[in-house]
């Protein structure tokens, strides 16, 4: 066991520094579904308040090239915030509330050759969830189930000049969420924690609104399953783990996902997800007397 600790130990920056190359060079692409921060409280005891805070970011660059071929801005930036607040009000059950934005960004040229087709793409959501959990915890281990719903709202562009005539398809919608899950934590010490979850979710996207140039010649036949809806039910199942470390109160979290799209029909989506947040863990519990408390 003490052998293992240490390996985690040893991974943990490792995987923080992965997560930060990670963000800085994703999103060669834009989604149509974007994962948002996962929420894994991994409750233990009555009047836990925890709060995460995301840390996630990506590249903030610029590029003319775009300007000179497409009519649109010409930087290139994403930056993603979450904030997550939970409270135990037993010691089985719990009330949370998270929120997610991720900024719209413009995919640069930097590292496509230089006789390749120029791709601009913008994604952005706004989210914000409700739910509760039960859980348990047997000795050092934690058991427990999330329900939440929640509402947002997306938007989505996605060119690509690879005729003279760009290519262009871009929509607005908004979401309503509903999902269920699983964790399962460990706590090694009070420094490290480990935990896993399977998160199932329902996903409606209503008033969606879209439009599309030259989309008959197009090779971007994964967008037409939204031409023409108002509406679209689409479900996923997100399984994944995440690793926490430093002191009681305050904790280094890195997240990471996987998005398995159960739809039938063609939707872009996001099939690796890496994220990097701080988690405050505070114990509101009422403090007793202490001994040296005069009695008047």
């Not at 308040?49 to 994403?78: A, D, F, M, R």
Request: with cysteine.
């Amino acid at each position: 066991m003490k052998k293992n600790l240490i390996n985690i130990e040893f991974v943990m920056p490792h995987l923080v520094i992965i997560a930060i190359i990670s963000a800085v060079f994703s999103s060669c692409m834009p989604y149509q579904y974007i994962s948002s921060n996962q929420y894994v409280p991994l409750n233990k005891e009555k009047n836990e308040l925890k709060v995460s805070v995301g840390l996630s970011s990506g590249p903030l660059l610029q590029s003319k090239y775009y300007s000179q071929i497409i009519n649109t801005s010409n930087h290139i930036y994403e930056i993603i915030n979450s904030l997550q607040i939970g409270y135990t009000l037993t010691n089985h059950l719990s009330i949370f509330s998270t929120g997610f934005n991720r900024d719209k960004w413009l995919q640069s040229t930097l590292f496509r050759d230089e006789n390749d087709n120029s791709v601009v793409g913008n994604s952005g959501l706004k989210e914000l969830n409700f739910g509760g959990s039960y859980y348990m915890l047997s000795n050092n281990h934690t058991f427990e189930i999330l329900s939440a719903f929640g509402f947002g709202k997306l938007s989505y562009r996605y060119s690509d000049s690879y005729v003279i005539n760009p290519e262009d398809f871009s929509m607005n919608a908004k979401k309503l969420n509903f999902y269920i899950q699983p964790d399962y934590g460990l706590k090694l010490n009070e420094k490290l924690e480990i935990g896993f979850f399977t998160k199932f979710l329902y996903c409606r996207y209503y008033n969606i609104s879209s439009t599309s140039f030259n989309i008959e010649y197009i090779k971007m036949s994964e967008h037409k399953y939204f031409i023409g809806r108002e509406f679209a039910n689409l479900y996923f199942i997100e399984p994944g783990f995440v690793i926490r470390e430093g002191s009681k109160t305050c904790k280094l979290q890195l997240s990471a996902s996987i998005a398995m799209n159960l739809n039938l029909g063609e939707v872009t989506s996001e099939p690796f997800s890496l994220k990097l947040s701080l988690l405050f863990d505070f114990d509101l519990s009422p403090k007793k007397n202490s001994k040296n408390d005069v009695i008047q």
